[in-house]
């Protein structure tokens, strides 16, 4: 479960309640495992700490709410040190590819109309903004090189025919 809140403030900007929802988030990581049930990547969902809220391995999930460590910066600091400075993109290690995505659930997803002269306006938009997840894909090594060696052989039963019907033809 995933749960959201955030105040609600009137047009003069006088807060006057809070908005709270509830999201069984089991739906959406069922459905990003079934996106990559048979890829060789490794799909991730991070929440701006580094917590995992999706990863292959089980016990590395919801780090936050049982009060451990299990955050992405703990087995790669590196990498994670770009992916908050950066919106997307991609990194190459000597472990693998990660690929990056950001994403503002809050901000994306919750329409907000409040009047703009408000004194919390800023403020606000700045705490639904800094809400971040990190979606990260993650290759590695030993695949890269098993599908690249893949699509040599793949091009060569195509291109090694082509030249022969092309010498002869010449």
Do not use: C
């Not at 009137?10 to 089991?26: D, I, M």
């Not at 590819?97 to 950001?102: E, L, N, P, R, W």
Request: proline letters at 4%; zero cysteines; a neutral charge.
């Amino acid at each position: 479960m995933i749960r959201i809140g955030t105040p609600i403030y009137s047009q003069t900007g006088e807060k006057v309640g809070a908005l709270l929802l509830n999201y069984l988030s089991q739906n959406l990581l069922d459905k990003i495992s079934h996106s990559t049930s048979r890829q060789t990547q490794t799909i991730s969902l991070l929440n701006g700490q580094g917590y995992w809220l999706k990863h292959p391995n089980r016990e590395r999930t919801w780090g936050f709410m049982y009060n451990n460590d299990e955050r992405f910066q703990k087995y790669h600091p590196t990498v994670w040190s770009q992916i908050t400075t950066q919106e997307e993109g991609q990194i190459t290690t000597a472990d693998g590819v990660f690929t990056f995505a950001s994403t503002y659930p809050i901000h994306e997803s919750l329409p907000f109309h409040r009047h703009e002269n408000s004194s919390n306006h800023n403020n606000h938009d700045l705490s639904i903004k800094g809400y971040v997840w990190k979606i990260v894909s993650f290759i590695p090594d030993e695949q890269l090189t098993t599908l690249q060696q893949n699509i040599v052989i793949r091009f060569s039963y195509v291109t090694l025919p082509l030249l022969l019907i092309l010498m002869l033809v010449s």
